[in-house]
């Protein structure tokens, strides 16, 4: 019976410790790491999701967990762009099927550009797993 609850125990040390992972995500950025960074926007076919379907659940963690560290998009913009912005909202989720990625897009406005109607970043996380695969950040202009 101790044996069984100690593997207990273990498993869920193990499962929150992930979880904890998983929400820590950005912060590689947050430390500087930009090996996951373009700066270009995703371009591969994207199916925009609307309600989700049945990656709502999966949507809604992810956006927790972005919306949780709103600063890593502040702290991105920073080190790419000169202009300042406002602040960033979430826009869309889509999915990739041909990749098996989701693409969250957040978008901030630049007021009174010339050019430029603002920044977006593109979290691109893996369909099955939810892990963080990439972030794509590019300047909108204006239509």
């Known amino acids: 019976m101790k044996r069984s609850g100690a593997v207990l125990l273990f498993s869920c040390a193990c499962i929150l410790s992930m979880q904890c992972a998983k929400d820590d995500v950005l912060s590689i950025v947050r430390k500087g790491d930009m090996s996951k960074v373009y700066r270009e926007s995703y371009r591969r076919g994207l199916v925009f999701l609307g309600d989700g379907k049945e990656y709502a659940a999966s949507v809604e ?62 979290f691109v996380f893996d369909a099955e797993s939810c892990d963080l695969l990439s972030i794509y950040t590019s300047e909108v202009p204006l239509e």
């Open 61 to 122: 963690r992810l956006r927790r967990v972005i919306d949780k560290n709103m600063d890593v998009l502040d702290l991105l913009t920073e080190r790419l762009y000169t202009e300042p912005h406002l602040g960033y909202r979430f826009k869309y989720a889509a999915l990739d099927d041909e990749k098996g990625v989701l693409v969250l897009r957040y978008f901030a406005r630049i007021p009174e550009h010339p050019i430029y109607a603002g920044y977006q970043v593109q």
